[in-house]
């Protein structure tokens, strides 16, 4: 097969399928649980502040451990961080299920977040391990609608698993649900999973986990207690964030100067073809991908009155594009590169353009249906960019490094998101709370930020893209031929 590596394991793509599974559950957790929230507040009898830490705590450990976990990954072994992620996120699922308090509930999730964000990166990373040339990309492409797919439909399967499990303690199978598929998935990991090559023992960089992680910190807990007023009151953590985070580079130049093993390598933001750009590509694009959900939420609930199920499958269109195309996408990127990701993006932000237009101009229910087609020309856009993005990204990565590479890709998304997630409905409010309650005027306006978002991403894009086929000096590789040896380089 073009592009197959000699001697490739021949369970790969068994092996790939095993890894979507659990990355498909991660990711499905960070939006899967907010249709469950008012069930579970009754249960426990909660606060609204602390029922809100179900789905922010996840989302904030998560985020945490990304790059760590993709450089203990890389040092002992992805297949072992691997299984011991997923066999605590089982544990973690069946804890939150289980937990007779807020309080547990809590714990447990965080503790789930913390176990999905030391899977995430072990994904990508597995990737780049097994496969090679075209099939990378396709590899990469069923990765992309997976991420794709399970955050578009998080508040569908969420529904659905609260119509069947009715009655007031119905929301805790939106946790077991996990554990059965995640010990099928764990066995099939232990038979599957290639076994890394012993390697020379690496010490971690503590100082730089710890400037990291309370970077990331300082950066993402104002936006996550937003609905409380964190951004108000914790303002002051964003100056401290980013200064955390210049020091970090400060000192992973320096150690990676002095012959050390930093968590996260300089070179690849500065000396790796494409990782600095995709990056930032992933962070603008999530700022509107995530928030955009919540809003639709926000209006086909409370403005038109949806159930939560219903909500959901308004929005299924742009699910069911992503999925199409990313598969498709992932066979595409070896040809067309990142003027893939240029195309992607641009029906993204036409697809939104026109389903936010159609919801702000055409009346009640019929809305949703000829906003359908728009939203499902963005999800075909969508698809074009998650996974050849990744690709992209990754591409000219030493495989000794995809692991704190891809953590620290997907740090970007869960940055973004957070952001999207919180300036978003945030001003979806704003504009309700104007006096005049229009949920059309505040739909558009919301969603209308978001695309602004993608539009700079979209202007990244067109910029990476123009670089690569720009005037050359001698010697520069062109179009998208890449350097799959070097990328492959252990």
């Not at 300082?218 to 996550?224: Q, S, T």
């Amino acid at each position: 097969m073009p592009g197959t590596a000699e001697g490739a394991d021949p369970r790969r793509w068994r092996a790939l399928w095993v890894t979507l599974t659990a990355g498909f559950m991660s990711l499905l957790d960070v939006t899967i649980v907010a249709v469950a929230l008012p069930s579970m507040q009754r249960a426990l009898h909660a606060s609204a502040p602390s029922i809100q830490w179900v789905v922010s705590g996840y989302a904030l450990t998560f985020a945490l451990v990304l790059v760590t976990a993709g450089r203990v990954g890389d040092a002992i072994g992805r297949r072992r961080i691997f299984l011991l992620a997923l066999a605590a996120f089982v544990l973690c699922s069946a804890a939150a299920g289980a937990a007779p308090t807020i309080t547990l509930l809590v714990v447990a999730r965080l503790a789930q977040g913390m176990a999905a964000g030391c899977l995430a990166p072990q994904n990508s990373a597995l990737i780049q391990q097994m496969f090679r040339g075209a099939e990378r990309g396709r590899a990469f492409g069923l990765f992309g609608a997976t991420v794709g797919i399970s955050s578009a439909v998080g508040p569908v399967i969420g529904g659905l698993i609260l119509m069947l499990a009715d009655g007031p303690q119905g929301w805790r199978w939106i946790f077991y649900v996990n554990v059965p598929v995640g010990a099928v998935a764990f066995l099939l990991g232990m038979r599957l999973l290639p076994k890394a090559a012993p390697r020379r023992r690496e010490r971690l960089d503590l100082r730089g986990v710890l400037l990291l992680g309370c970077g990331v910190l300082a950066l993402m807990l104002p936006l996550i207690l937003a609905e409380s007023g964190g951004v108000r009151r914790l303002w002051w953590l964003f100056p401290a964030g980013l200064g955390l985070l210049v020091v970090f580079a400060w000192w992973e130049r320096r150690l990676t100067a002095a012959g050390g093993q930093p968590l996260l390598d300089p070179r690849l933001v500065t000396s790796t073809r494409g990782y600095a750009a995709g990056a930032a590509i992933a962070a603008l694009y999530f700022v509107g991908f995530s928030g955009v959900w919540l809003v639709f939420a926000l209006y086909f609930q409370n403005g038109q009155g949806y159930s939560p199920l219903r909500s959901g499958l308004a929005v299924t269109p742009f699910a069911v594009g992503s999925a199409a195309a990313a598969v498709v996408a992932g066979r595409l990127v070896e040809r067309l590169g990142r003027l893939l990701t240029v195309c992607g993006l641009s029906a993204v932000a036409l697809g939104l353009g026109g389903a936010v237009l159609v919801l702000r101009l055409a009346p009640g229910d019929p809305a949703v249906w000829y906003a359908a087609p728009a939203l499902f020309v963005g999800g075909l856009g969508s698809g074009c960019v998650i996974s050849p993005n990744v690709t992209m990204t990754l591409r000219d990565v030493p495989v000794r490094m995809a692991g704190a590479a891809g953590g620290a890709l997907q740090t970007a998304q869960r940055l973004g998101g957070a952001v999207g997630t919180a300036a978003l409905p945030g001003l979806f409010y704003v504009v309700l709370g104007t006096g005049r309650h229009d949920f059309r005027s505040a739909v558009a306006i919301a969603v209308g930020s978001g695309i602004v978002a993608i539009l700079c991403a979209l202007g990244l894009a067109v910029h990476d893209w123009l670089r690569d086929h720009g005037p050359r000096s001698p010697g520069r590789p062109s179009g998208t031929s890449h350097d799959h040896t070097r990328a492959s380089r252990p």
